[in-house]
Structure formats: structure tokens, C-alpha cells
């Protein structure tokens, strides 16, 4: 831990600042080295800014901005210092070469967090929680994993952990005072507070379908014939042109994907090939992507051309969509309409013209309001949004299920308890309260242990 | 004036369970032993409840029995009434308990002290111990004889500065009137051993011919006794009543009118009491919503009248005691031969020990029952063998025996006492041990027998006949889970008769043994190549196959909590520079050195968050080492 370590820890896209960060025990002395300060008096103070220049070989680099954190008071608990720089890779990637050069060297990923579990700075579920942060894509997935960083699903796993408490320690003392008229355990009492943790576990395992939504986004594939209008209903959500655009059918021989953010929410649209039968090979590889792509889908939006009646092809896609959640898009309609509503199944659809920027934000609701979005993003609760505790919320429900089959089946109650006890190791895997080096190495394999 | 007198390979100071078990291990391991009590007639007293055993009490007096230990034989030999425990919630806490004549276990347990060769039983009160560069060299009694020895184990139970006290009234004394042992606590001080105050009590003893049983419950013992030790077949004999009767309103109000004058109330007593053993008016205070309290009757033995009034400790005056008592229901009128008292006396923090009960810095120097914080008969006969063997182990050169949690109760006790200490008297409990389903008082013998055998308190003989009894139960269970039941009529007629569902195919018979109103002995109407088996063999065969699952738990548990257990810290490690854990935990582990991360973990003040940085520290310290 005696090197000084320093990496970008701003996103690689383009933004207009971006931060570099050094850590260890030479932070000052490198950038007392390369960082010229317009106020020359050399003083270091406790969470302060400091406004200057990146001066390399005599020559200044860029006007930046340095916060200095004294040791113990930073993420770290070392002496950390963050060059708030201009962004862009070029000018990110010198400023990090100069700060190498001098003494430090590049961090592994997410060493900065490692350090500050080691130095004592944050537990395990809060480093856990960090390497979510680090890889959030967006704001609400951001907020659920600095939930987590306060303590939100420690306290939510404490409550059961409550709960669970109270059941052993009453089983124990029927078991340690058996002459004695300690009130015995009924069933009915057993069951009330298994009860209790069962519904408490399904409410946190189902909201990790939330929390893969807040984390991964929805799948939304737009499906049609081709010509419909798919790659230009993908453009006008993207509100670029990314998508090629052309009169000629079949034009998308391949899937897109995009990533939009609907309030807050990632949402991932792929345009698909289209669908229908070809003999192209090209074509055909495209539709088959395409079909996979659809299978997997949250959400369909079917296009059509409302200037054209349904046809045999336009039948056929109808056909697939009955078990999707789909919102059918009847575009063109800035064109003369022929189709028939009534053709379309009773399916919810909305009227469009991407052409004449005709109902795009409310395909934008309507998207929110299908994807059941609106319980994702209103939600205050605790959501999981981490793999490895989604695997222990259920396996703990699992175990439950075992319990009342055992409680059915008259099974004495001190061998009951081992398993009510089984269910609380697990949930101390997800806090840290049990510690097992499977887990600790699961989690650090993430921070690059052991180099 | 101090002369020299003889010269031993172990000595043990305190003839109380504890005492009574290292001083026979050391001597049945061949050692040159002397034991000391201050009177020859305190020899395995039992100043408090007269019975042995009880929820996880059983479980060491089992455990015991299967290292060699003296004192489930002894309980055997003067049983008054037996009865197995909690066999209404599963077979890992049932608790063999039994009602012991007094007297009888005093002297059959002296006897055995003096029959045991290589063991010296001496009336003596040891007034100081000589260390010299460290180490134990001799201890030396009140008349000034000197016993060189190569070490010492103290088992000192309350005797140590013991103060008792009856209300207002207070004077120093040993339990059951025997004086204190005085100077020794000094002389303990001088050497390093740092001493604090505990407190335990005991109720009144009654005239049996005073007493009104009519108005209280009879409590019978079990049909069939199931012994202690596994050397003993089950046997018949005439048993004793125990009675049951319950305090009341009237009891608690005397309690409450003059709760000022008890010692624990009004804060002269210091020394701090069991949460577990409460003394009545304890119960009365803490649980005031509570209409009545059980207090059991239990004989003392079967040539006295007194009779032990379980339930009623106290330090209350004596008059108050005699209201309180004459307050219950069927004691009206009833003669107290002895009041109860509270009495306080020193012991150690037991966190300065090895696991093997030896101080840490004072090489040679064992501690064993009560001086260690702890409570109870069975715990501290527990800690004495354990203390006893590796006192032996190590002036014979060889490596300690440390039972872990996984292997004994005496394992979690000796863990709990070594590594979390205890703050007041510490008593065994089932909900202490974390794998108790596979501690269990049946199997005590295939855990543990082995290991008695290797050093040296199991016979050959007793351990062949364990050989013998493991090979039958292994064959049983196969034959068992080979065995395919066919669907017949007769199968099906015994389904019925026993609410059980019938079979719509074959199945093994070891499956039908699972369902949980089919037992082993019942299965015997349909199995048609039935072997005659003991029934202790029977009784382990059904409980490995009927929970066989939830042992599958236990054991993948075990796995996990070794894991941890064989990561052992290294000796020269200095946690005040580990920067990552609480400044709390730095401490505690520089003063425990714990021996492996498993017991850093039991450490209070360590927590798990602390011992990730020790996991992650161990691997980046195993790295240095392999790089440099």
C-alpha cells in the first residue's frame, strides 16, 4: 500500500471536465511538482481548491482546478488530491501520463476503493456498493447504489435479521429451560413471524426486477416490414441520425442498438432487420438476429404504415405479438390514412409521423407507462440491484419454503431451528456479518486482488 | 516454618468437580499428581442443586465420559432419580438428567482419589505459588510444606476470598461453612494474575418431614435410565420424587416489602451474578408481570430429610426467608435446616488463557472451573479434564488437545471462556453451540472416544467395544438404505396403522424411517431381516438416517466455519499496525493473539468488517513471504 496511485476517474465519453485522481503517501509532492497554482503561496489546507496550471517541460498543459484531502479525511484515507481538468481524452490521458511520470502509477480498477475498505473508510457492503456506483448508467441506478453506500440495504437486511432473532430466541428458550413454563413455541406463532420474513424477502427479491431495470435498462425492439419507418422512429427517439435512412427496403441488414434515457430510466432500442421472408443471405442472417432480439424483448413497438391497408406480411407480424407487451405504431400519417383499426386486434397503438414530429413524446409515455416504469422510478424503497444478494434473498425464500414443509410435516422444532438459523448466515453474506473468504474474494475479484 | 516436602509432576489445588477430573487425568496419564483441598470432607461437594446434567449439561458430562472423565461414573453410582430431558424437541437437545445423593457422590468420589494410583490426596490449603524464571517451580501450603512441581492447576471453585452473604449479615467463609482460602488470592496478584469478584448463590435446605407435599405436583423419574457413561449398561432402580410448587402474590409482595435489605439491591455486594440462575428475588424484580414463579422440591440423598428448594436462592435476612418460604404452597409450615445465601469469591478473566487453560504468561500455570468465571458442576468438570490433559500432554512433550466448536460442547465452552471471556457466571447452554445438532449427548462417544484412547484415559478394552458399536451402526444404516420395501399388504396394513401414507411403489427402508410417525422400532414389524442391536446403536441408527438432511446442513456449516479455523494468524503479526480495523479490535487482538482468524472472529470488538481486512491482509502477508 506504499505506492501513490492515480487514474481518470471520470467517464471516457466526451464531457467538457474531466478528474484525475492520486492517492497514496506521495499525492502532495507529485503535484506540488507539476501544478503551478496562480496564488503562489505553498500551503496545502484541508479540503480546499486550488486554481492553476499543469505545467510540463515549461510549457502549460491546462487550467485546472486541484482539491486537496489531507490523510485520514479523504475516500481514501490517504492523502488524495483530484485535478479537475478540461475534458476530452487527449488533454485526460496527458494530464494522467505527466502524474505517472512523476512518481505514481496507474491504479487498478477500483483500487481507490479497495484502499478505503482496507484503511477502515468503508465495510464490504459498502465497497460492494461502490463498484455499483462505478458502474451505474444512470442517475436512478446511481441512487439505489448510494442507498446502498449509506447503509439502506443493511438496514433493510436488519429488519428480517430482527425477526429471525426473535423466532431462535424464543425456540432457544423452550430448548435451554425445558421444566420451566417459558410460554412453549406454538405453530401459529412460528408461522405469523416466518410470515413476516417471507414477505419481507419476496418484497426485496422482486425488486430486483427493479433494480435490473434502474441497473440494465429495458429492452425495447422495433419490429415492422421493411420501409415502415423503424429506423426513423429509432433516430427520432435518439434525436440524431444514427440509423441509416433510406427508401430502399431492407436498408438495416443488421440489429441496432441504442441506449435512451427515458426519465431517468435506461432504455435500449434495437432496430431489427425487419421481418419477412427473404432469399438475400445477408437479409436473412439480419431477420434471424432479429427474431432473437424479439425474444427477448420487454417491450415491442410494432410499426405499420398507416398510409397503406395491412397486408399479408403486416398480418403476420400482428400474429407474434400477442403474449408482448407491445404499443403497435401506425406511422406515415401525415399521408392519407386507409388502415384498419379494426384489424389490429384491440392492441393499444398511437398515430405518428416522424416526419412531421407527430406523437414521438407521447410514445415516449406511452413506452414509461407500458414498461410499468412508473412503480420503478417512484419507488423509495430499497431495491436490490446486486446479483450476489439477489441469489441470497432467494435462497433464503427457498430455505423458508423448506421450514413450513418441515412445520407441516411435524418435525421437532429444535431441528427447525437449524434451518431458521441457516437463514440468517445467509443474510449476514449479504451485510458481512458472516464472513466467509468465498464472498470477500468474490466481491474484490472485482477490485483485482492479489497483484 | 517451610520445609520441603514431596516432589510431583502436577499438583491441583481444589477438590471440586473441576479438581477431581484434572487430578485423575493427570494420574491415569501416568503423572505424579497431588491434590490439596482445605478439607478432605469438600472432596466433589455439591454446595449447590443437588443433580447432575440438564440441557447441555448432559452433553458434557456425556463428553466427559468419552475422554476418560470420572464424573458421569460417579453420577451413575449415586443417582436418586433420572430423567431424559426435552425429548419432545428433537434428538440434538435431548438432556439426561439426573437427581444425585449427595453424600454418596462425595464419597464415591473420594474413594476413587484414593484407589487411583500416582495420585496423592492431601488435606491442605495452599497459600502461594513459587514461580521462578517464569514458570511454575512449587506450591506451598498454610503449615510452610514445599511440593515441588512441574505445574499447577488451580481450581479454586468459590473458595477464593469467599465472602457469604445472609442479609445484612455478612462474614468470610467457603461454601457449606468450610473456611476460605485467604492468602493465595495476595500471592496470585504478586505473580501477575489479575483477580476480580463474582457472586453465585444457593437456596435453602428443608426438613423433608415439614413439608406438605399434598399441595404440590409429584414428578417421577423416566422408566428406563439411560446412564451417563457409556461403560454403563441401563439398569433398574427404586427412584425418588422430585415435587413442583409455585411461589404467588403473597410471596411477591414479601419479596417486594423488603427488596432494601437484600445485599445485591442495596449494592454491597459487588461481584456480579448469573442471569441464568437468578436468585428469587432477581426472578420477582426483573419480572414483575409474572403471577407466579416454579420452585422444585429435589431430595438431597437417601439418608437425609433435607430437601433442596430449587428456584428460591437468595440473600435475603434470614427471618424475611423464612416468611417467603412459608408463603408457598405446601411450605407453610416447613423447617429450614440451612438458609439460603449469596456468596461472592474472586476468579480471573478467563481471556488470559491458551485454549489449553494454561495462563499465557505463566508457562505451567492451569486454571479450571469457577476461578475461570464459569458456573455449574459439569462446567467446570469439563474444563478440569481439559486443563488436566494438557497439563499432562505438555511435561510429556506432546501436542495439546483442543476440541473445537464443531467437535464438543466442551469445545464451545473452553472457545467462549478463552476468546469472548464472560462477565458474569458463565453457564453451558444448547443455544451456544452453533452446530449442536451434530453435538449431540448420544454421540458424545464416536466424537470424542477416539481421542480419549490416544491420550491415554480410554482403555483398550472400552475402545474396542466403541469399535465394535461404530462398525454396527455403519453396517445398520446400509442395510438399511439397501433394503427395499415392496408395496405388499402387510406393508400397507402397517402404513395404516400408523396414519402413515401407503406405498404406490417400492421404497428404501431407510425413506420410510424419514417419515416422521415411523420410528426404528416400529419399522421392526416389517422388516424381515431385523438384527438384535443394542439400544444405543439403534438410537444412533434412526437419528443419522431420519435427519439426515438437516446433519447434511450442519456438517456443510462445519466446512465453512474450518475454513476460517484454518487460517492461522501468524505469531509475529502486530495488529496495532493493521490500519483498516477499529483501534477496539487492534487492541483486543494484540492482547488475545488470537490463533487462527476463525477465533479472531469470536473476538468482542472484532467485527466481521475487521476481519475482512485480516482475511485480505493474510493474503497480501502470504504474498510478501512467498515474493521475498
Redesign the interface.
Known sequence: MEDTIAAIVTSSSIASVGIIRVSGKKTFEIIEKIFVPINKINKIEQQKMRYGHIVYNKEVIDEVLVSYFISPISFTRENVCEINCHGGTVILNKILDIVLQNGARMAEPGEFSKRAFLNGRIDLTQAEAVIDVINAKTEKSLNQAQKQLNGGLKNKIGEIEAVVLDILSDIEANIDYPEYDVEEVSNNKLISNLDIINNKLIKLEKSFDKGKILKEGINIVIIGKPNVGKSSILNALLGEERAIVTNVKGTTRDTIEEYINIKGIPVKIVDTAGIRESNDIVEKIGIEKSMQAFNIADVILAVFDASKELDEEDRNILCKLDNKKTIILLNKVDLDKKININELNNKDYLYISVKENIGIDELEDRIFNVANLDNVAGDNDVILVNIRHKNIVSKSIKQLTDIYEDINKKTPIDIISIKIMEILNLLGEITGKTVTDEVISKIFSKFCLGK | MKYEAEEYDVAVIGAGHAGCEAALACARMGLKTVIFSISLECIANMPCNPNIGG??KGHLVREIDALGGEIGKNADRSMLQSRM??T??????Y?LRVQSDRKKYHQDMKHVLELENNLDVKQAQIVDIEVIDDKVTAVVTQIGATYKTKAVILATGTYLMGRIYIGDVNYESGPDGVFPAKQLSDNLKRIGVELRRFKTGTPARVNKRSIDFSKMEEQFGDDEIIPFSFENKSYEKEQEKCYLTYTNEKTHQIIKDNIHRSPLYSGVIKGIGPRYCPSIEDKVMRFADKERH?I?IEPMGENTEEMYIQGMSSSLPEEVQIKIYHSISGLEHCEIMRPAYAIEYDCIDSTVLYPTLEHKKIPGLYFAGQINGSSGYEEAAAQGIIAGINAALKIKGREPLILDRSEAYIGVLVDDLVTKGTNEPYRM???RA?Y??LLRQDNADIRLTEKGHEIGLISDERYNQFINKKNNIEKEILRLKAYNVKPSEKVQEFLKKYNSSILDSGIKMSELLKR?EINYKILGEIDENRLELPRDVCEEVEIEIK?EG?IK??KD?VD?FK??EK?LMPKDIDYTKI????LEARQKLNNLKPVSLGQA?RISGVS??D???L???L??YK?KKNNG
Open positions: 440441557t447441555s430431558l426435552n419432545s424437541k428433537g434428538p440434538a437437545v438432556s416454579q422444585f447452554m444448547t443455544s452453533e449442536r445438532l416422521t435427519y438437516y446442513i450442519q456449516q465453512k475454513h476460517l487460517k490500519k483498516g480495523i477499529s472472529s466481521p468488517s476481519i475482512a481486512v482475511l485480505i491482509y493474503e497480501q504474498g
